[in-house]
C-alpha cells in the first residue's frame, strides 16, 4: 500500500534561559505523541519542522533543541535522516551580522542582484553569517546535509517511503531578514534557489516544499517569480511563521497544489499551540490531515483541534494518484470535484464543442496536436523554466561573459527562445545539454489530468512538440515516431502505423534520446530546409493536409509548424481540411487571422474569468460529447 504519513511542526522558539512553561508544552507533545501513534497504529514516516527552532540562533539553544529531537525521535521511532529542518528568522544570530547586512534588504530589488549573491562564494558567505550557528549544527546532526557544503542556501533531500518517491525541498526564507526592519513584503526566496533546488529532484512522485515564510513576506518581485513556480511543480508547500494553523488547496493556472501552515508549536502556554499529522493513501487518492491543539487545563494536554478544519479529508490531485488505479471510490470523488476557480461566481459560460469537431473524431479524420501547456498540470517546468535552467548551468561554467549575460535577458524578454536554446547548447555541449532536459522532462508516475481526459477522446492519433512520455504512458498501444524515422517512412508506412496503433508523432523528438531532440534553430532550419529532409517535410505536410488537426496547449510559435500549416494552406488555396485549436481568451480579430491563414476555427476558452480549471471541463465536454456518439455509432453498426 502507497501510504506516506508526516508530522509538521514549527516554531518551537527555545531560549538559553530555563522556560517552565515550554516545558510543560513540549514535554506534553513528547507523551501525545506517543500516545496518538500507538493508539491508531500510525507509522510517521517523515517529520518537518519549519523554522524557528531557536529563540536567538545561539549554540546553546540549538542544544536544547537538539535534546527536544532526540525525544521526538525517541516518540515516533522516525530515523534523524527522515527528519527535515528548514531555519526561521528567530534561528539568525544577529550578533553575527554586519551593520550593512542589517539594513541590506531594503537595497536588493531585483532578481539579478539576487542571483548574484547567490552565485558568489564571497556573497554567500556574507549573507549566511548570522546562521552560521544554525549551519554548522544542521551539518553535523542531519546525514541528508553531509552533501552540501555552510553557504548552501537549500537542501533538496530524495527519499523512496513505501514505493513511492519523494523530493523534499528545504528552502531558506530567512536569509534576508532583519531586526531593524519590518520583514513582511521585505524578505526573498530567490528564484535562483529554488530552481537549483528543483534541478535536484530525483523524478519524484511527489514534491514537498518547506520554507518558514509563506509567499506574503517576499519581497513582489520575488514572490512574482518563485510563487508561480512552486505552485505548479511542488505538492505540498508547507510553512510556519504565522503562529496560525491554516490548510487549504489551491487551484488555479493547472496546478493543484496544499498549502500547509504548521501554527507555533509553542507560543506560550496559554496561547493555540498546534502541530499537525498528515497521511497520504496514494491508490485511494485520499489524504488526510489531523490538527492537534495545547490544552492548557487540567495539567495541560494535546487533543484533536475543533473549528479549525470543515472537513479533514482532501481529494489528491490526479497526478499524484496511482495512474493504474481502477479504485472506484476515487473515480467518483474525480466526478465529484468542480473545477469552477474563484472568479466563476459570474455567468460566464462555455463555449459550446463545435459539431463538425465531434464527427470528424467520431469518424476518425481528427488527430490531437499536444503542446507543451497539456503536460504543465503534472508539475514538469515550463519552456522558459528550462531555458533558465540551461542558462544557469552555462553561466556556473564560465561560458557566458558579462555582455553575453545582458544580451540573454534582452532576447527571454523578447521571447527569443530560439536563439538561448542555441547558445545553450553551443556553450554545454549535446551530453551536458541532453543531461538537463532528461532530467527535467521525466515523468517517473506523475500523472496529468490534462494528458488522460485527452486519452479517452477517440482520436486517430497524435502529433507533438513535447519531449515527456505523458502522451504515450496515458494511451493504449502507442507507436511513437521520432522525426529520423518520420524522415524515412513511406506515406503507405504512415497509413499502416495510424490503421493498427496509436501513432504519437513526436515532431521534435523525444527527452530520452538526445539525438532526436529538436530545439534551437539550426535543428529547426534543418528539418524544413534541408534536401536530406523532404521526406520528413512532405509527410508531414501529408498528415495536414488529410486529417483535421485539434490543437491545445500549443503556442503557434513553432517555425517548423508555422512554415507547414502555410505550405498547406498555399497549395490548397484555402480549401484545405479544417482545423480546431483550443486558445485562451482569443478577439475577434486574431480569430480571423487564423482562419484566414491556416484554416484554423478557433475556440475562445475563458480563461480570465473561469480560471484554468474551465480546460478541464471543456476537455471532459468533448469526451462526453464523443464517447458517446461513437459508442452510439458502434452498436447502430451491428
Known amino acids: 500500500m502507497k501510504y506516506i504519513n508526516w508530522i ?122 548570522g546562521l552560521n550557528n544554525y549551519n554548522n549544527y544542521v551539518k553535523t546532526t542531519f546525514p541528508w546535509a553531509s552533501s552540501k557544503t555552510e553557504d548552501s542556501f537549500y537542501h533538496t533531500i530524495n527519499y523512496e517511503i513505501n514505493e513511492v518517491k519523494i523530493a523534499v525541498l528545504a528552502l531558506n526564507s530567512a536569509w534576508l531578514s532583519s531586526p531593524k526592519l519590518n520583514n513582511k513584503g521585505n524578505l526573498v526566496l530567490g528564484e535562483r534557489q529554488v530552481r537549483e533546488a528543483l534541478e535536484e529532484i530525483d523524478n519524484p512522485n511527489i514534491v514537498i516544499s518547506l520554507m518558514h515564510h509563506s509567499f506574503e513576506w517576499l519581497k513582489w518581485f520575488d514572490r512574482k517569480d518563485v510563487k508561480g513556480m512552486l505552485d505548479r511543480r511542488a505538492d505540498f508547500i508547507l510553512s510556519g511563521h504565522e503562529h496560525i494553523e491554516d490548510i487549504f488547496q489551491k487551484i488555479s493556472n493547472l496546478s493543484d497544489v496544499f498549502y500547509v501552515s504548521a501554527g507555533s508549536l509553542y507560543d506560550s502556554r496559554t496561547y493555540t499551540n498546534t502541530y499537525n499529522i498528515i497521511e497520504l493513501d496514494l491508490e485511494a487518492g485520499q489524504s488526510n490531515i489531523e490538527i492537534r491543539q495545547y490544552v492548557d487545563s487540567d495539567g495541560g494536554f494535546w487533543t484533536k483541534a475543533s473549528g479549525i478544519l470543515s472537513d479533514n479529508s482532501f481529494v489528491l490531485p490526479e497526478r499524484l494518484v496511482e495512474s493504474s488505479t481502477t479504485n472506484e471510490t476515487f473515480q467518483k470523488l474525480r466526478k465529484d470535484i468542480s473545477y469552477q476557480s474563484e472568479k466563476a461566481s459570474n455567468k460566464t459560460e462555455l463555449p459550446k464543442v463545435p459539431r463538425d469537431l465531434v464527427e470528424k473524431i467520431i469518424n476518425n479524420e481528427c488527430l490531437l496536436f499536444a503542446g507543451a501547456g497539456t503536460s504543465i498540470d503534472a508539475g514538469l517546468p515550463t519552456w522558459y523554466e528550462l531555458l533558465l535552467s540551461l542558462i544557469e548551468k552555462a553561466q556556473d561554467m564560465g561560458e557566458f561573459e558579462e555582455e553575453d549575460k545582458a544580451e540573454i535577458k534582452y532576447l527571454l524578454e523578447n521571447y527569443e527562445f530560439l536563439v538561448v536554446a542555441e547558445a545553450c547548447r553551443k556553450k554545454l555541449g549535446l551530453f551536458e545539454f ?205
Not at 514549527?10 to 507533545?29: C, M
Not at 534523524?80 to 531555519?87: A, K, L, S, Y
Request: aromatic share 10%; glycine share 4%; proline share 3%.
Open 434 to 638: 541532453s543531461n538537463i532536459i532528461k532530467k527535467n522532462l521525466a515523468v517517473n508516475g506523475r500523472n496529468s489530468t490534462i494528458q488522460k481526459i485527452l486519452s479517452e477522446i477517440p482520436f486517430a492519433g497524435c502529433l507533438t512538440t513535447n519531449y515527456d512520455s505523458f502522451i504515450e504512458l496515458n494511451n493504449k498501444n502507442p507507436r511513437v515516431v521520432l522525426p529520423k524515422e518520420l524522415n524515412e517512412l513511406s506515406a503507405m508506412e504512415i497509413n499502416s502505423i495510424m490503421e493498427i496503433s496509436f501513432p504519437i508523432l513526436k515532431l521534435h523528438g523525444t527527452y530520452d534520446n538526445a539525438k532526436s531532440i529538436v530545439l534551437t534553430h539550426g535543428d529547426y532550419n534543418n528539418l524544413i530546409f534541408n534536401s536530406q529532409n523532404s521526406r520528413y517535410r512532405e509527410n508531414l505536410k501529408n498528415i495536414i493536409s488529410n486529417k483535421s488537426m485539434f490543437f491545445i496547449g500549443f503556442s503557434f510559435r513553432d517555425p517548423n509548424i508555422d512554415f507547414t500549416l502555410q505550405e498547406v494552406f498555399s497549395n490548397y488555396k484555402g480549401n484545405s481540411v479544417p482545423h480546431y485549436a483550443l486558445i485562451p481568451n482569443i478577439g475577434k480579430l486574431k480569430a480571423d487571422y487564423f482562419w484566414e491563414n491556416y484554416n484554423i476555427k478557433t475556440i475562445s476558452l475563458p480563461v480570465e474569468e473561469l480560471g484554468w480549471k474551465c480546460l478541464i471541463e471543456y476537455l471532459e465536454n468533448l469526451k462526453n460529447k464523443t464517447v458517446k456518439s461513437s459508442t452510439f455509432n458502434a452498436q447502430y453498426s451491428k
Open 8 to 129: 509538521h511542526i514549527s516554531d518551537l522558539h527555545f531560549r538559553e534561559s530555563e522556560n517552565y512553561d515550554q516545558k510543560i508544552v513540549t514535554d506534553s507533545l513528547i507523551q501525545d505523541l506517543k500516545e496518538t501513534i500507538e493508539k491508531d497504529g500510525r507509522i510517521i514516516d517523515l517529520i518537518f519542522i519549519t523554522g524557528d527552532l531557536t529563540y536567538s540562533g545561539k549554540v546553546e539553544e540549538f542544544a536544547i533543541f537538539h535534546n527536544f529531537l532526540e525525544k521526538l525521535i525517541l516518540a515516533t521511532s522516525v530515523s534523524i535522516n527522515n527528519i527535515v529542518i528548514v531555519p526561521g528568522n528567530h534561528d539568525v544570530n544577529w550578533n553575527d551580522v554586519s551593520f550593512l547586512l542589517k539594513e541590506s534588504p531594503s537595497l536588493i530589488n531585483s532578481r539579478e542582484q539576487v542571483s548574484q549573491i547567490m552565485g558568489s562564494l564571497e556573497e554567500k558567505k556574507k549573507f549566511l553569517a
